[in-house]
């Protein structure tokens, strides 16, 4: 891919971004805090790719380093996340 | 080339997880739907990590499987234990991890070029990937020290009152200029081989400091528009690092999570009427504090009610607004507070309970606490959908909330807080002022009018020992 089209995925996403955030109710404003957080550790693709490399130990074990960095929080994230959205209960009408 | 020239299918994975983490945000338009939401996210990360795996020789698999298990774990253990009052200080040590992440990446793609496929045909790393690299580390290092100082204020290791040192603007601004240049000079030097330009080390150190510098002047009020901006930097830091890898689940995400944090920014900064500027000039609270300390007070006539009076009130009242602030999730209160709303409904009371966007310490996190005493969301109203609702409602009763309901916001053209948007609690037929004393003022150090106010009964005591009083009143 070239520079472009990376850029224009990027601008798209902004624009789908703003308009996605912008739907969320701001009564859940906190658990998009903690799932945005848990997503943005998506970066553990770099890590990964750094891990698994060969050629430069350091930076395998700079890798290694993110890897556990990002796991922390793709399971904090996630699982602290669905432990705010289940406290959220409508009304019983008995 | 081998990170560039992947198969068709490859670049299909990353874009359907790309997608699911739209779908994942997309999800919390709605309690309803957000469930599901996070599992979109959770199967996005998934099909995001094994395509990953899958596609590169893995010489290592066991260290990174033992890897994920030890991060894994650490961060379940955490999501499980953490208090709900203490999610501000747990998202923003979050966000210090991400940071730190992206530091570590952008170092080994600096080290080993090869291996992130951005080795030109001289062995030199390409231009617009020193550029990539150099931006991506040096919000990585920025997000890393912004987010430790936040977590420190928010936790109580470091005083929330601003830290002004001389000069800041003139030392932030110049460090700043400083990345910049030194981007555009590592970006064109001749030194561009894996680990050979020492430029890259500076970057890292001086956006270290940065981070450091920015966050430290921010007083405690207006942590909930930092920790915004840091989540706003961690998306900004994955989609740097996606333009380097030229992977499009990270430049989606980062992107949704950029833009995500720059909204929550901005709503934060238009809840108090504070421009985003202004914020990040830092300050905020030193200056205020000093001035209510000075002046000697008036002393006006108010009321002061008791459990029993707060009790008969509200049982006899048809409609009860419940304006909760932080001071009432100090206290712990949240529990009994639902219980007084339940034995009022049982006497025909309509209880409802408005939240302002910064009654927390973060975007939304009333709501969190509420939810967690089992209050129904859709009990739960927000600023202006309920603001209208005062001149009809006969009792409104603010536990632990007091800037938020001073109408200086709206007259005083002198007050801190002129401008921002607060509820018209004074057009309630009874208020009822939890407070602990008439001593202590909210963040913005400025007097309230309603506490003197003839409809208003100030109720002195600790939060949760006067519901209890009341819940006690109520059941007799």
């Known amino acids: 891919m070239d520079f472009v089209s990376i850029l224009s995925i990027f601008v798209l996403a902004c624009f789908v971004g703003y308009y996605v955030v912008w739907s969320v109710t701001p009564a859940l404003h906190t658990p998009l805090m903690a799932v945005t957080n848990a997503i943005s550790s998506v970066i553990v693709v770099g890590a990964l790719v750094a891990s698994a490399a060969s050629g430069s ?12 960095l990002a796991s922390v929080n793709i399971f904090g994230g996630f699982a602290v996340t669905e432990r705010m959205l289940a406290m959220y209960k409508k009304k019983d009408r008995k | 080339m081998e990170g ?16 699911c983490f739209i779908l994942a945000l997309r999800g919390l338009s709605s309690p309803a739907t957000s469930r599901r939401g996070n599992r979109y996210g959770m199967l996005g990360m998934g099909i995001a990590v094994v395509t990953t795996l899958v596609t590169h020789q893995i010489a290592s698999l066991p260290e990174i499987l033992v890897a994920i298990a030890i991060g894994g774990a650490i961060g379940f253990v955490i999501a499980r234990r953490i208090k709900m009052t203490d999610m501000p200080q747990l998202v923003a040590a979050f966000h210090s991890l991400v940071g730190l992440a992206a530091v570590l990446v952008a170092a080994a793609a600096f080290l080993n070029p090869e291996a992130f496929g951005i080795l030109g045909a001289n062995g030199n790393i390409l231009p617009v990937s020193r550029v990539e690299m150099a931006l991506g580390v040096a919000i990585g290092a920025i997000t890393f020290s912004g987010s430790v100082i936040a977590f420190a204020k928010l936790n109580g290791n470091m005083s929330g009152a601003p830290i002004l040192l001389p000069g800041r603007h003139v030392i932030n601004l110049g460090t700043l200029a400083a990345i910049l240049v030194l981007t555009a000079l590592f970006a064109h030097s001749g030194a561009a081989g894996p680990g050979e330009n020492p430029l890259f080390w500076v970057i890292v150190g001086l956006a270290f ?26 998306g900004w830091a994955a989609a740097a690092m996606g333009f380097t890898l030229h992977n499009t689940a990270m430049i989606v995400t980062g ?10 920014s901005y709503i934060m900064c238009r809840a108090m009427n504070r421009s985003f500027l202004s914020v990040i000039a830092g300050g905020f609270g030193a200056d205020a504090g000093a001035a209510s300390g000075g002046e000697a007070k008036e002393q006006r006539p108010w009321k002061r009610g008791s459990a029993e009076d707060a009790a008969f009130l509200m049982k006899e009242a048809e409609s009860v607004i419940i304006i909760p602030g932080y001071g009432m999730a100090v206290a712990q209160a949240q529990h009994v507070l639902r219980e007084m709303a339940d034995q009022l409904k049982k006497h025909g009371v309509g209880v409802k309970y408005a939240i302002h966007p910064v009654a927390g310490r973060m975007p939304g ?15 739960v109203f927000e600023l202006e959908d309920i603001n209208g609702e005062f001149a009809q409602c006969d009792v ?6 007091n800037d938020v309901v001073n109408p200086a916001a709206r007259t005083d053209k002198t007050s801190p807080i002129y401008g921002m948007p607060v509820f018209d609690v004074e057009k309630a037929k009874t208020i009822f002022f939890v407070k602990r004393s008439m001593g202590g003022q909210g963040y913005a150090g400025v007097d309230n009018d309603v506490f003197y106010m003839d409809q208003t009964m100030m109720l002195l005591a600790d939060a949760k020992k006067m ?10």
């Open chain 2, 467 to 476: 519901v209890e009083d009341i819940n006690k009143a109520l059941a007799e």
């Open chain 1, 57 to 68: 130990p350091i930076g395998k074990w700079l890798g290694l380093g993110a890897v556990v």
């Open chain 2, 365 to 379: 996190h009333m709501n969190v606490l509420l939810a967690e005493a089992n209050v129904p969301y859709d009990e």
């Open chain 2, 255 to 264: 992107a949704l999570v950029g833009s995500s944090g720059a909204i929550l």
């Open chain 2, 396 to 401: 409104a009763f603010i536990i632990g909330a």
């Open chain 2, 4 to 19: 560039h020239s992947v198969s068709p299918w490859v670049a299909v994975a990353y874009l359907i997880a790309g997608v």
């Open chain 2, 209 to 234: 400091a940065i981070g450091f510098l920015l966050i430290i002047p921010i007083g405690g009020a207006d942590m909930p528009v930092v920790v915004s901006m840091l989540n706003s930097y961690s």
